[in-house]
């Protein structure tokens, strides 16, 4: 709609008709105004305007929820015609009004086309973390790594151990794919988390890889509220290495995630006390493990104690040197464990 139409041959849909030899012209006074309405509450950041020679010298877009209480999100003084391509706006409206207050010739204001745009869609895209780029730990080392591209990864982590990366800003609600860099000998479990668990993101199976160096990849799907958050990886079993952390949305990983996600069931944990040990090393956990065989290997891989669990759930470990051990447990229904063990 319009204030005045010169004539019904230019009356206010002629100014979003896609037509640019039709055109809107108002009435021969101040002032004047053509109203769009966009059919819905929408971000405006951008309007074009392409003015006749009857431009508008003095003008105002104005915005409004409702069409009858109006918003000044731009003013433009001493115009120049032609086309005005008006950018940077943060206005909000169903209704977007360009009100004009002083014609730049004798006649009314005339307006061939208005396009009015929203912002861009934000973009989300991957954040990389280095693990060793932590805000705050507990109970981890780093060390030199050998996998691609060199640098430091975490190590000798345990179960409880904890990392925490600090501003990690997720930029639109939605489901996003995490993916951790790890090595194992023998597999482990891990779980990440937003602000010190305050949300669960969940569980990770960390698979065998062969070796303390012998790196893979593995993701896991999580939805998260857009904002600004702590991420935090908890160590639920430990004997396993970290290199690095990739957060993406889940579109553009699509294919990782589905791959992995058959891997990503909870896995039983077992918890070793007193941990550091001496002698008796007592295993608790919420599956049976009278019968599970048992297998303690050093840093370097080398079987150093292994057999079968009795009753009494504990393994005599008192021959073992002073050191950090990995505790492999297979259960009867063939269910794995591992947990590091330090030998005091």
């Known amino acids: 709609m319009a204030s005045s139409s010169e004539n019904t041959g230019t009356t206010a849909a002629k100014a979003i008709d896609g037509n640019m030899t039709s055109r809107w012209a108002s009435a021969f006074a101040d002032p004047q105004y053509l109203q769009l309405d966009l059919g819905a509450v929408k971000d405006i950041s951008r309007?074009?305007?392409?003015?006749?020679?009857?431009?508008?010298?003095?003008?105002?877009?104005?915005?409004?929820?409702?069409?009858?209480s109006w918003t000044s999100i731009h003013s433009v003084i001493n115009g120049d015609g032609g086309l005005d391509d008006i950018t940077g706006l943060a206005g909000r409206g169903r209704y977007?009004?360009?009100?004009?207050?002083?014609?730049a010739t004798t006649y009314g204001y005339s307006i061939y086309e208005v396009e009015v745009h929203g912002p861009a869609a934000t973009t989300a895209t991957a954040i990389n973390l280095e693990a060793e780029a932590y805000s705050n730990m507990l109970g981890v080392q780093t060390q030199t790594t050998t996998d691609t591209g060199g640098g430091l990864n975490v190590g000798?982590?345990?179960?409880?151990?904890?990392?925490?990366?600090?501003?990690v800003n997720f930029p639109t609600t939605g489901t996003y794919t995490i993916e951790y860099r790890v090595a194992s000998p023998s597999?482990?479990?891990?779980?990440?988390?937003?602000?010190?668990?305050?949300?669960?993101?969940?569980?990770?199976?960390?698979?065998?890889t062969g070796g303390w160096q012998t790196w893979t990849t593995v993701s896991?799907?999580?939805?998260?509220?857009?904002?600004?958050?702590?991420?935090?990886?908890?160590?639920?079993?430990?004997?396993w290495n970290l290199n690095?952390?990739?957060i993406s949305p889940a579109s553009s990983t699509a294919t990782t995630t589905t791959s992995v996600a058959a891997a990503t069931?909870?896995?039983?944990a077992v918890q070793l006390y007193p941990n550091p040990v001496t002698d008796k090393l007592r295993l608790t956990s919420t599956v049976p493990l009278t019968g599970s065989q048992y297998q303690i290997t050093d840093a370097y891989g080398v079987v150093q104690?292994?057999?079968?669990?009795?009753?009494?759930?504990e393994i005599n470990v008192a021959s073992l040197r002073t050191g950090v051990y990995t505790l492999l447990l297979i259960t009867k229904d063939q269910q794995r464990m591992t947990q590091r063990l330090v030998k005091e």
């Open 47 to 68: 309007v074009k305007i392409y003015w006749e020679a009857a431009y508008g010298k003095d003008y105002q877009l104005q915005t409004s929820l409702d069409g009858a």
């Open 305 to 313: 104690a292994q057999g079968t669990l009795g009753s009494s759930n």
């Open 244 to 246: 690095w952390l990739r």
């Open 156 to 167: 000798y982590i345990d179960a409880g151990d904890w990392l925490a990366y600090s501003n």
């Open 96 to 103: 977007l009004r360009i009100y004009g207050t002083r014609r």
């Open 265 to 268: 069931a909870t896995a039983p």
């Open 187 to 208: 597999g482990g479990t891990l779980s990440s988390d937003l602000n010190s668990g305050s949300t669960q993101l969940g569980k990770m199976t960390i698979p065998a």
């Open 220 to 239: 896991q799907t999580v939805s998260v509220t857009a904002g600004t958050y702590s991420f935090g990886v908890f160590a639920q079993t430990g004997g």
